[in-house]
C-alpha cells in the first residue's frame, strides 16, 4: 500500500512538471522555423557507380493524403490513436493510465505514442533508445504539432512508416505487395497493411500469413467496434483472398535491405548526421556494387532450394580498400530481418588456421617444414590431456609438410605448430590481421573454437588478400546534403601489419587446398571444386558441427560464405554440400569478364621444385612434384633438406605463463 501512494505521488508531480514543460515548449515552438516534414530525415543511398538504389526517409513516393485509401487512414487512427484528431501531439489520460499500468507491474506493459509522436521518431533514423532520443522526439512532436494541422500530419506519418522489407511509406507498399496505388486498396488489402507496423518482421504476409492474417482480423474487428465499417463489410474483408506481389519495382534483390541495414548501422556511428537530416537529409555514397549483391543471392538461390529452414550469409570485400561490395546476412529479408553478416558470431573452425601458419613463416617455419601426423595426445599440465581428432580420423602416419598440412586441413600439425610457437604469437597475428574479439591462449584456438562475427573473419582474410595491408571494412564512401557538400568522407586507415613475402608464401599455399597435384593419403579438402574454377585463388575451408564456411580471395576480391542454423541445430552431411558450390559460382561469375592475375612474386622469394607431401626436393621418383615457395636462403636443397618430427605419438607441452 505504501509503495502504491508513493507511486501515484511521484505520479501526479510528473504530470504537473510535464504539463508546465510542454506548455513553454509549445510557446517556444511558435518562434521558430517550422521542420520540412516532407524533406526532413531523408536520405538517399548510392552504389558504387553513384547510381540511387534506395531513396526516402524511407519512401521514394509521396502519397497525397487525398491519393490514400479511406480504408488506411480510418484503420490506422482507430488501432494507433483514435483521439488524433482531439490532442495537441499528446494523448495525456492515455499517458497516465500508462504510467499507472507500468508502475504498478514495475514493466514496461502499455505505451501511449501518438501518431505525431510515432511520426517524429519515424522522420529520423533510428538511433539508440536514450533519454536523449526520447526528450528529441517530445520536442519534435511539439514542433510538428505547432505549424502543421491534422491532416498534414496524418499525410507524413503514412508517408514514412515501415510496412517491412524496406518499404516505407504507403505508396511503396501498395505497390510491393499488391502492385497498385495506395488509392485503390480495398477494405482486406488496407486492414493487412496496416497491421504490419506495429512489428514488420512478425505481421509481414510474406513472412508468416497466419500470424499476418490475425492482425488484419484485430484491425477489422477495432473497425466493427468503432461503427466504421459494418458486419457485411467486415465479414467481406475477412473472406478477400489476398493476392501478394511482393516485388520491387528497380531492384528485384531479396537480399539487399541487409546491406542497407549495415549501411545505416554505420551511419549512425557518425557524428552530427541527425543535424542534417533534420535540415533536409542526406545523400549516402555507398561500396555496394549490384553486380557482385546479384551474383551473392543468385549463387546462394542456385544450390539450396531443398532446405527452407537453414540459413546463409556471404560478404564480399576489396582487399584494396576494405570497402564491402556486397553483403548477405540471410537468404530472404523478407522472411528474416536478422543481418547474420553483421549481428551474428560462430565458431569459424579451420579458418584460424592461416594466421597460426603465417606465425610459424614469420618465427622460421617454411613451406616444407614437417610434423608427424597420427593420432596424438598432448599433454597440458597435470590431468590435462588434450586430444584433438582429424577429420574422419584420417591421418598420414608420416611426415608431412606444412604444405600438406594447409591442403589436407591437418589438425595434429595445426595444434603441434601452436604449441610450438607458444600461444600467443596467434592471438597476436590475428590481432595484426583486424580480429577484434578478444581470444584466449588455448590449444584448441587454430582450430577455431572461438566465435567471431562473419565480417571479421572475412576482412582478415581481406588482409591476406592485400599483401598484408590491414583496412577497416567500411559499407560508406561518402555522405553529403542534399546540395551535395561533403559532410563526411571516408579516410584511408590503411596499415601494413604483415610482411609482403610471408604474406605471397602462404596465400600460395593456400591453392593447394583445391590442387591436383596435393591428392596423397587425403584429398585437398576443396579439391571438389577444383574443376569450377578458371581463375588462382587463395581459399580456406572450416567447419564445426553447426557450421560451415570458405573464405577465398586473389587481388579483386575477397569471398566469404557461412552455412548453418540460427538454432545451432547440427548439420547433415547433405548440409555441407552448399558452401563451396556457392562460393565458388559467386567468384567465378563474378570475375568471369574481368581482368585477374594472381600476385607478382616478390624479389626476395624463390619457388623451388619439392615434393609437397614431405616438403623434400623432388627427384625423378617422386611422385608429386609442385613449386613450392620459400624466403630466399630458406629454400631445401640436397644437402640441407627440411626439418622433420621424429615418432613421438604423445607429446608433452608445458605450458607458459
Request: with cysteine; charged share 25%; net charge negative.
Amino acid at each position: 500500500m505504501k509503495f502504491l501512494k508513493k507511486s501515484l505521488k511521484i505520479l501526479i508531480i510528473t504530470i504537473f512538471l510535464s504539463i508546465f514543460l510542454i506548455t513553454g515548449l509549445y510557446l517556444y515552438a511558435r518562434t521558430i522555423p517550422k521542420l520540412d516534414i516532407n524533406n526532413t530525415g531523408s536520405y538517399y543511398l548510392y552504389d558504387i557507380n553513384d547510381e540511387l538504389f534506395f531513396q526516402g526517409n524511407g519512401t521514394s513516393k509521396w502519397a497525397n493524403l487525398n491519393e490514400i485509401s479511406d480504408y488506411v487512414k480510418k484503420a490506422t487512427i482507430v488501432v494507433e490513436d483514435k483521439d488524433f484528431y482531439n490532442h495537441h501531439g499528446f494523448n495525456i489520460p492515455r499517458i497516465i493510465k500508462a504510467m499507472y499500468v507500468n508502475l504498478i507491474n514495475r514493466d514496461y506493459k502499455e505505451g501511449a505514442s501518438t501518431i505525431t509522436q510515432q511520426f517524429a521518431k519515424n522522420l529520423y533514423l533510428e538511433f539508440d533508445k536514450t533519454w536523449e532520443r526520447k526528450l528529441n522526439e517530445v520536442w519534435y512532436t511539439i514542433q510538428i504539432e505547432t505549424h502543421y494541422n491534422k491532416d498534414d500530419i496524418l499525410e507524413g506519418y503514412l508517408n514514412c512508416i515501415n510496412y517491412g522489407h524496406g518499404m516505407y511509406g504507403i505508396e511503396n507498399a501498395s505497390n510491393f505487395y499488391f502492385n497498385k496505388k495506395a488509392s485503390d486498396l480495398s477494405l482486406g488489402e488496407a486492414s493487412m497493411l496496416v497491421g504490419i507496423p506495429k512489428s514488420p518482421s512478425n505481421y509481414s504476409p510474406l513472412v508468416n500469413l497466419e500470424v499476418a492474417k490475425k492482425r488484419q482480423k484485430y484491425i477489422l474487428k477495432t473497425l466493427l467496434d468503432n461503427n466504421i465499417i459494418n458486419q457485411e463489410e467486415y465479414e467481406k474483408a475477412i473472406n478477400e483472398e489476398l493476392v501478394f506481389y511482393g516485388k520491387k519495382e528497380k531492384i528485384n534483390l531479396n537480399t539487399l535491405m541487409y546491406y542497407q541495414d549495415a549501411v545505416i548501422k554505420e551511419l549512425k556511428s557518425i557524428n552530427n548526421i541527425e543535424s542534417y537530416l533534420q535540415s533536409g537529409g542526406v545523400k549516402i555514397y555507398t561500396n555496394l556494387d549490384l553486380e557482385a549483391q546479384s551474383t551473392l543471392e543468385d549463387s546462394v538461390n542456385s544450390y539450396i532450394t531443398d532446405n527452407e529452414e537453414i540459413q546463409a550469409s556471404g560478404i564480399m570485400l576489396d582487399p584494396k580498400s576494405g570497402g564491402v561490395i556486397a553483403l548477405l546476412g540471410g537468404r530472404d529479408y523478407n522472411k528474416s530481418e536478422f543481418n547474420r553478416a553483421i549481428s551474428s558470431k560462430r565458431q569459424v573452425g579451420s579458418l584460424m588456421k592461416p594466421f597460426l601458419y603465417y606465425a610459424a613463416l614469420e618465427n622460421g617455419f617454411t613451406a616444407s617444414t614437417s610434423f608427424l601426423s597420427q593420432e596424438t595426445s598432448f599433454t597440458l599440465g597435470v590431468n590435462n590431456v588434450y586430444k584433438p581428432k582429424n577429420y574422419n580420423n584420417l591421418y598420414a602416419n608420416k611426415n608431412i609438410s606444412m604444405a600438406s598440412a594447409i591442403a589436407f586441413s591437418d589438425n595434429i600439425y595445426a595444434v603441434k605448430t601452436h604449441l610450438f610457437l607458444g600461444e600467443n604469437n596467434l592471438v597476436d597475428i590475428a590481432k595484426r590481421v583486424g580480429i577484434k574479439t578478444k581470444l584466449e591462449e588455448i590449444a584448441s584456438l587454430p582450430l577455431g573454437t572461438v566465435e567471431l562475427s562473419h565480417l571479421e573473419i572475412a576482412n582478415a582474410y581481406a588482409t591476406l588478400a592485400s599483401g598484408g595491408v590491414k583496412h577497416e571494412p567500411f559499407f560508406i564512401r561518402k555522405v553529403t546534403d542534399i546540395a551535395g557538400n561533403i559532410i563526411y568522407e571516408h579516410k584511408d586507415t590503411s596499415e601494413v601489419v604483415l610482411n609482403k613475402n610471408t604474406t605471397y608464401i602462404l596465400n600460395d599455399l593456400l591453392k593447394g587446398t583445391y590442387d591436383y597435384n596435393m591428392i596423397d593419403y587425403a584429398y585437398p579438402t576443396n579439391i571438389s571444386i577444383a574443376s569450377m574454377l578458371t581463375k588462382d585463388y587463395g581459399i580456406k575451408s572450416g567447419s564445426t558441427d553447426t557450421d560451415n564456411w570458405i573464405v577465398g580471395f586473389n587481388e579483386k576480391v575477397t569471398t566469404l560464405i557461412w552455412i548453418g542454423y540460427d538454432d545451432n541445430k547440427i548439420l547433415s552431411n547433405n548440409d555441407f554440400k552448399y558452401s563451396k558450390k556457392i562460393w565458388a559460382t559467386a567468384m567465378e561469375n563474378y570475375l568471369k569478364d574481368k581482368d585477374v592475375k594472381w600476385y607478382d612474386i616478390p624479389s626476395n622469394v624463390v619457388g623451388v621444385i619439392v615434393d609437397p607431401i614431405s616438403g623434400n626436393l623432388a627427384t625423378e621418383e617422386s611422385p608429386h612434384k609442385k613449386i613450392l615457395y620459400y624466403i630466399k636462403g630458406t629454400e631445401p636443397n640436397y644437402t640441407n633438406q627440411v626439418f622433420a618430427e621424429y615418432n613421438e605419438p604423445n607429446i608433452n607441452v608445458e605450458k607458459k605463463d
